[in-house]
Every structure is written in C-alpha cells, then in structure tokens.
C-alpha cells in the first residue's frame, strides 16, 4: 500500500526541552491513524510540524511526496484544529463560501447536508451548539476536497449523539478514500474508529500497530468469569487464578484463556455440574494505555 505520510528523524526543541525526538513513523494512504500521549507528550506538536503550522529543527516529513512547507501541500491536506473558532456573526453559508473561495474551489453547499447541517444553512456560528460548530469545522477541513484530512480532538467537548454523529462522518471520509490522522484522549473513540495507533511518550515513539495489537503489550493477563448452578470453589488451578467472587461469578485471572477454559470446565464436569453463564474480559486499550503511560515514567 501507498504512503500518505513518511516521517523521518523529526525533532523538535522548545529552547532546551527537545519535545519530539528522532520520530519515525510511516501513515499509508486511506487509513485512520491516531497519535496517542497525555498531555506535553508532543503529539499537537507533531501535528502542527506534519500540517506545517509548525517549524521543526530536523528530519524529514512528506505528505504525498511533498513538504509541509509547500504550496502543493496545501491543496492535498485539510486541516481541523484542537481550538478553532469563527466570526460569532457568521452563518455557516458564510463561512463555507469564505472558505472555498480562499482555496479557489468551487462553493460545496452540499457538504452542509451531507454533515447534518443544512437547517444551519443561515445560522449564525454563536448560536450554533457545540457538535454543530465541530461538524462545520470538519465540512470546512474537506471543502477543498483533499486527500488528508489532520484532526485534533475533533469530539472534545461533545455528548455522546454527538461523537457518533461525528464518528459516522469521519468513517465516511475514509470510504471515500481520504487519509484520516488524529490526535485523541478517548480511548473508545480510537478503539472504534483507527486502523493503526502511535503512542508518544515524553517526545518519543514508545508503540505503533492495531489497538487490538496495543491490547496484547505488557501485562498479557485476562479475566474469565464463570457462573455455575452450584457455585465453584475458591481454588486455584494450572492455568486459573482466583481472583474474587462477585454477584455468583467466580472471577480467575489467566495468562492463557484456552488452557484456563479447559481446566475450569473439565472441573465442572467432574462435578457434574452446570455452567450457567461464562465471560471472558482482556485488558482495554484505555487500560495498557495507563500501564504504558505509568511505565515510561518510571
């Protein structure tokens, strides 16, 4: 698959705190990408270095084969920041013609029905809520019809319709062949929306892959909770670590699910017993993303 995005060495210094430190990192073309870090990791800052907002002191970022920094960039690339705002007065026709026009495209009014908007048509940006006023920050970003689409925290601040609304769009951009990258703090958003993730610890690449990859870093242990008619004992076995007993489930902890599900039931079989329910929980991605975080600052 195509690259949309090679990045090579990046390094950026505030004064004498080198924030990014010799990132390599590769973003294929129709993918949904997340830069992952708490607060001053660096991942806005890598952004705003990858759009060209930001000035970096060494390596090498192309976009589509060409450079932040160039005019070319600028017809392939749409942007959504983590703060944006607009005129309180302006309507969101107002705002999408502005826009087009600047970019010397043609005025796409029909992205404001695509994006649930059309009843904001001649609302003015004040009075527009709050996933109203991103989902118009999102129609401005890909009004130029580009090819990758940056956006950071783009369902900060919105409810729980809202995110799905905006999900819904974002997934769409992808079907339609558009390069998604994000910066997120929500865990759920990323599980549901990502092809691959990059998590940033303290301006460096700590891990890149799947989330269901990031869910097998670390401490590999899973729960299996198994109910049965007359309850098990609160024993260990091989495989199968008890862990508590809560609401008639008896909780184990296991580093291998197929070994501990074979001697839990081959257990209940000897007791000519019967399993009435059986759940089995791996480590969330929220979850490794806490362990790592606690990790790299050890």
């Known amino acids: 698959m195509k690259l949309a995005i090679s990045i090579k060495k990046l390094t950026k210094k505030y004064g ?55 005019h070319e960039m600028r017809k392939v690339a749409g942007v959504q920041l983590q703060s944006t705002s607009l005129p309180a007065n302006i309507n969101a026709k107002e705002a999408l013609t502005l826009f087009c026009k600047w970019q010397k495209v043609p005025v796409r009014l029909e992205l404001l029905d695509i994006f649930g908007l059309k009843g904001c048509l001649n609302k003015q940006y ?30 900060a601040g919105l409810d729980v319709e809202g995110r799905a609304a905006l999900h819904n769009e974002i997934r769409r951009l992808k ?3 558009m390069t998604v990258i994000m910066a997120s703090h929500d865990m759920a958003e990323v599980e549901a929306l990502c092809d691959r993730i990059a998590i940033i610890i303290e301006g460096k690449l700590a891990f890149i892959g799947t989330p269901a990859e990031m869910t097998f870093v670390g401490n590999n242990n899973s729960k299996i909770s198994i109910k049965i008619a007359n309850g098990l004992s609160k024993k260990d076995f091989k495989w199968s670590t008890f862990l508590s007993e809560e609401n008639g489930y008896s909780i184990y902890s296991t580093t291998s699910i197929s070994d501990s599900l074979l001697e839990l039931l081959e257990y209940v079989k000897e007791l000519k017993n019967e399993v009435l329910d059986l759940k089995i929980d791996r480590p969330t991605l929220e979850e490794r993303f806490i362990e790592m975080m606690k990790g790299g600052k050890e």
Do not use: W
């Open 175 to 177: 079907q339609g062949g």
């Open 16 to 70: 004498n705190t080198t924030v990014l430190k010799e990132i390599d990192l590769e973003v294929k073309q129709g993918e949904i990408f997340a830069l992952l870090g708490s607060n001053g990791a660096g991942k806005t800052t890598m952004l705003e270095c990858i759009e060209g907002i930001r000035k970096y002191d060494s390596g090498e970022i192309s976009v589509l084969g060409f450079s932040p920094e160039s």
């Open 126 to 155: 004040k009075a527009m809520s709050t996933g109203q006023k991103r989902k118009l920050h999102l129609v401005l970003a890909v009004a130029s019809n580009p090819k990758v689409i940056f956006l950071d925290e783009p369902t």
